[in-house]
């Protein structure tokens, strides 16, 4: 992977490209390599060949944890270096199948707002704290929604949130601290 950045701040694309091919040839069962491939190929431009890239590594990679993240790693790459909808029709998949998944809302939620779209990331929300999970996965939702609002939003914003939360509470009849 080093050898290969080398190669890639020099300019010498044909030949990082070439050694992360290798590299996923002798480790193709290896998350990692998969997504420095990935990455590659969003840096270079190359929107094509990073989403193929994306297919082969469901090919080969098998736990369905690695599966997530592999494709929550393609959906962040396209954010940042290719198309931003169709990152979020990708993170819109991951939340679908793997609802329980709060890492990856989460993740999907500060790539929405480092994108600048405050409001889908309070659709994102909304939809994060209806889950109904573990009170434990509940509060870190809240408390991630109640510090966006805290940041981006105003205090009504972040007490009608609290209120959320309170509201949440006593409908599971857990005591408020």
């Not at 998350?31 to 082969?56: C, I, M, P, S």
């Not at 098998?62 to 954010?79: G, L, M, W």
């Not at 480092?114 to 999970?133: H, P, S, V, Y």
């Not at 939702?141 to 509470?169: H, P």
């Amino acid at each position: 992977d080093r050898v290969a950045s080398i190669y890639m701040q020099s300019d010498k694309l044909a030949k990082a490209e070439r050694i992360y091919k290798i590299m996923v040839r002798k480790f193709n069962k290896e998350l990692d390599a998969w997504v420095a491939l990935g990455l590659f190929y969003f840096k270079a431009q190359n929107l094509k060949e990073a989403r193929f890239t994306l297919q082969r590594s469901l090919q080969n990679l098998k736990k369905s944890s690695e599966i997530v993240n592999v494709t929550s790693k393609f959906a962040q790459f396209e954010f940042l270096h290719g198309e931003a909808e169709r990152g979020k029709t990708i993170f819109e998949n991951i939340v679908r199948d793997f609802t329980g998944r709060t890492d990856q809302w989460c993740v999907y939620a500060d790539m929405v707002i480092k994108n600048g779209e405050l409001d889908t990331a309070r659709e994102i929300f909304e939809r994060m704290i209806q889950l109904g999970l573990s009170p434990k996965k509940m509060k870190s939702l809240f408390k991630k929604y109640w510090e966006f609002e805290q940041s981006q939003g105003d205090e009504i914003k972040a007490n009608a949130v609290r209120k959320k939360a309170l509201e949440y509470l006593e409908k599971q009849n857990i005591e408020i601290a």
